[in-house]
């Protein structure tokens, strides 16, 4: 279907019927410890939906939150009776975290972090509260009129928590997020006399290695200097500006995209009961076809 004609709507109510009434006839799957397991195995399949639009859903021409990926639910049932739930993704958009059409925006969960809403998250992600300061994640709309970015971001916050995800991951989702959106402050500048890039000043660098655990100037030589594969030996390989340019953009990509398919295989963990299972349901929900006369969709065109 189009974008904007209710598939992603439909899922969430499909997913939220099966899942109350086949615990209805039963027990809820029961809390265990609390800094691994937060919610019953009822309110984690439902969970599942906030966060992965946080970071999967963004505003496109015809909806304003489009799915940008696709997805397989599959909801498992013995004798009756929900026994565990497991997700499949497909084909995350990874153009849009470094670039957005005029009329589109980055994924939610960038706009939810830079609200102010939790103080504690743009502390410890190092952002502001001001798109602008990220061109990266601020070249089309900043804000949606149909979407309270506070709001949702209480939803998302807390679904990490009834998910299950400890503290630690919780700060480190934040942080990874945060590195994400400051990859595009990263400048780079042409030494006199040669076509090397070398980097335009530090701090953002410094940021970025905080937020990841790196070591700055390890990462910034990496960039500037990568080493290549000739033979059975490595040798050092010189970047322009442009290429470096390009180098950062595909690894904020991938950050964010590992970050995602991580973060899928953790719900996979925690919606696995272990118990027995005969049956299941299976719910697809896929990104919506939206025509235009240049495709901005390469991730599905391959």
Known sequence: GESGAGKTVNTKRVIQYFATIAVSGGEKKKEVDPSKMQGSLEDQIIAANPLLEAYGNAKTVRNDNSSRFG???RIHFQGGKLAKADIETYLLEKSRVSFQLPDERGYHIFFQMMTGHKPDIVE???ITTNPYDFPM????????ASIDDKEELDATDDAITILGFT??????????????VHH???????????E?????????????GYLLGLNSAEMLKALCY?????????VTKGQTVPQVNNSVMALAKSIY????????????????????RQFYIGVLDIAGFEIFDVSMRPEQDN
């Open 257 to 276: 995209e590992r970050m995602f398919l991580w973060m899928v295989i953790r719900i996979n963990e925690m919606l696995d009961t272990k118990n027995p």
């Open 124 to 126: 410890m992600s190092l």
């Open 196 to 208: 090397q890039a070398e980097p335009d000043g530090t701090e953002v660098a410094d940021k970025i």
């Open 137 to 144: 994640c601020s070249q089309g709309q900043i804000a949606v």
């Open 226 to 234: 990568p080493r290549v594969k000739v033979g059975n030996e490595y």
């Open 167 to 180: 503290n630690d991951e919780k700060i480190g989702i934040y942080k990874l997020t945060g590195a994400v």
């Open 184 to 194: 595009g402050n990263l400048k780079f500048k042409q030494k006199q006399r040669e």
């Open 71 to 73: 997805k397989f639910i």
